[in-house]
């Protein structure tokens, strides 16, 4: 426990260190970042400013839900979502072999050297608009709904270490291919939109099949006191999708291993 | 002149032939975002028959017809560009006796062939039978001259965002902004008329709705942006126009910016 | 230390069509190629041996060190290294070895060597007090005590590759697998290199060395394994290779006064620079070295002579000649 603590310190001040090496370039990607993820809360404010709206939610609503993706994002990005590009390279270069010749799991290896700190410009977007929503929406959240809020929210974090799990596995097999960004990018985007615009068939599919729907429309929908009961056996997915994400990481890399890059 | 650009061309088809599956990914990206397109205005159109002038199976036009013309025009002839210069390779195309331009631009169509196999076939095929949105254009000469324009305008915009890396060495920061800024004043994540008029205006002039908006109208068959309304041949026209003035002012940044290459000596 | 078994791997690959519609139908249906990269090769290691594998590009040595190193997964075969299945018990096993791979940095481009050893520090979880004995020793002896705190972006390939070595050996490893440790590098910086590798050697580390250059194994090397088309086609010391080539030596030779060529069994002109300078390859079966010089000095007169075992090339030569 101790050592693996001192790696993920030592991972973290690697990554640091590298990236200061580069402040400009640092802040630009920063604000690109931001950029990037207000492009959602954009289009929506254009629908509803059109005199158009989501029937059943009011744009601040929909707004919040956009928040806590930006958030979500913003706070566990910076620890595993740098994997898939450092695994993309490694492979295509050839380099993934040295982690291989490391004492430690490699998962963890992984993960740990990928330290991103730049994600976390989603994370300061998202607090701005969620601050923004909640003085609009001018309801009063209970404790209860903020600690229903943490529970789904960590949930969403497991969500999303998942889809990195599976998109940097696939890598492996994939070499080089960057498009695996598109992939996520647009599964992620049902989670951004209230879930009663899908018909049901397809909300069953992003609840309790492919757990989309908890990376931001369930720990939203417990702010705004709109949970179903379904929001429990979604949890029990996101469980399921995480060990089976975890396995199939494994299983690409014990396929690389003995195909040889 | 041909010959180059047919040999070039064939060959960067059979290079990006080996990331076949990587190309094949659009064929589910595509009609996943298109998915999501679907079901929001369906739901938004739930008690309007317009918004914005466009009715919902328009929207839906719309959204499909981007996708697929954007898999005709896309390219990264820019961020290429600015990778030969950052690392310096660019030098051996200073000895060739092609331009580089002209050997980027068929590169773009080798690639851009087998997008046109591998992506837009394909995609066009899951809108028919998927999703049963039928994209047959209002005027088939129009719309195909409209695309090639567009085709032009990306590239040029593209390739003048590249020459950028002449001055600024290590900013792919900078240079993402600009791309996302071309995605969004090009019409590729909402239609142009869903924003502010003033803006709307703004937009007429700058060369970005020629890339995709255009093309998008001149195939649904009508045009109208910041309150302006023009037949087909006039936009199209105007198009045309635009992709001169742009294709001299790559040519101007070109001088200027070979200037400052040889200028530093590399 | 080392036992390796009817070590085999066989990689698949897929072929490509070469014209526009070849291409189009490979997108849909793909032929398979299996290649045989290691085909069953078998040797063993004692502690302390300096290695050098050598063979042709695509022999099948770097095939062989990835799986000795368990990077790569055999096909089928045993190895068995200070007790370890290296791709079975990879994290125990590769506490003990150490690893240079001359065209795959371990250090971190941006930021000094001296941070990336204490990363290493971490993951291998080595003690602070060993850490620093063992760094200080190493940058001694490789004499980059100012250089590890620059950037490594700002190092030269040479004193970069010193830095590697450290990085590689900060935990002390039993053994170390090298691959082409000295590409690209400048005379002094090999020499450098090399010296360095002889020290440890003299330590008690294991070296196994693949290189491309034949001064690596004449300097280094005692026992030579050189793969062809992933086999063994010879596996002995470096003076045994030499002997295979027959009782021969390499002559360079200046004569007083003219001399025409001689045509006389066992003698086989390598270079003419003038009618006076010669360089002679002589089989001292044919002729004896004695009989030769006796010649030369009647004909022309020596002036000048210099006698060299066979440069090793030519033993290489013949080993690639027996594909």
Known sequence: MIHAIKIFLSGVKVALASRMAYRGDFIIRLIVMLIGDLLFPMITLLIYQSGASFPGWNLYEVLLIQAVFMIAKGISFPFFYGMVYNILNKVREGTFDLMLIKPCSILYFSVVSSFNIEYIGSFFGGVTILIYALANLQIGISL?????????????????????????????????????????????????????????????????????????FYPAAALLNRLNSGVFYSIIVCCLFFLISRAFWYMMLKNYTSAGG | ????????????????????????????????????????????????????????????????????????????????????????????????????????FSQKIGHRMLGFCLELLPVYLVFTIAFDIHLIPA???????????????????????????????????????????????????????????LLQKILFFLPFQYISYVPVRVFIGDYQLGGMEFTIAQIVGIQAIYVIMMLLLSELMWRKGIKKFTGVGA | ???????????????????????????????????????????????????????PNGAGKSTTLKMLTGVLHPTSGEVEIMGYTPWQDRKKYVANIGAVFGQKSQLIWDIPPIDAFYMNKAIYNIPDDEFEETKN??????????????????????????????????????????????????????????NFIEEMNKRGVTFILTTHDLGDIEHLARRVIFINNGEIIFDDSIEYLRKQLGDKKYIKLKTDNKMEQLSIPGIDYKKIISNQEFEIELDNSAIKLKDFIEIINQKAGILDMNIQELPIESAIKVLYGKR
């Open chain 1, 144 to 216: 209860i709904s903020w600690m229903n809020f943490l529970v789904l929210f960590a949930f969403s974090i497991l969500v999303l270490l998942s889809f990195t799990l599976i998109m940097s596995g696939t890598l492996f097999k994939w070499v080089g291919n960057s498009r695996v960004y598109e992939i996520f990018n647009a599964i992620s985007t049902f989670s951004l939109y209230p879930n009663t615009i899908y018909s049901k068939a397809f909300q069953n599919l992003i609840s309790y099949i492919i757990p989309i729907a908890m990376i931001a």
């Open chain 2, 1 to 104: 002149m041909l010959r180059t650009i047919k040999g070039v061309a064939f060959a960067t088809y059979k290079e990006w032939a080996a990331y076949r599956s990587h190309m094949l990914v659009s064929l589910f990206v595509g009609p996943l975002y298109f998915l999501v397109q679907y079901y929001i205005w369906s739901s938004v159109y739930t008690g309007q028959d317009l918004i914005n002038g466009f009715s919902l199976i328009q929207m839906l036009t719309y959204y499909g017809i981007t996708t697929l013309i954007n898999y005709c025009i896309m390219d990264f002839a820019g961020w290429n560009l600015q990778m030969l210069i950052r690392t310096g390779r660019f030098i051996t195309f200073m000895l060739r006796p092609v331009s580089h331009r002209l050997f980027a």
């Open chain 2, 139 to 197: 005027n088939i000469l129009w719309s195909i001259l409209s695309i090639f324009l567009g085709f032009m305008m990306m590239f040029l915009v593209n390739y003048c965002i590249g020459i950028t890396g002449f001055w600024l060495t290590r900013t792919d920061g900078i240079r993402s902004i600009i791309l996302l800024f071309r995605n969004v004043f090009a019409g590729v994540f909402i239609p142009l008329t869903f924003f502010p008029e």
């Open chain 3, 1 to 55: 230390m080392i036992h390796v078994k009817d070590l085999k791997k066989t990689y698949k690959s897929y072929r490509r069509g070469s014209n526009f519609l070849e291409t189009l139908k490979s997108i849909f249906k793909r032929k398979t190629d299996y290649v045989d990269a290691v085909k069953g090769i078998s040797f063993d290691i004692a502690k302390g041996e300096l290695i050098g594998f050598i063979g």
């Open chain 3, 137 to 194: 020793k190493l940058v001694k002896l490789l004499e980059v005590e100012e250089l590890i705190k620059k950037p490594t972006r700002q190092l030269s390939l040479g004193q970069r590759m010193k830095c590697e070595f450290i990085m590689a050996m900060l935990h002390n490893p039993d053994i170390v697998f090298l691959d082409e440790p000295t590409i690209g590098l400048d005379v002094i910086a090999k020499e450098t290199i090399r």
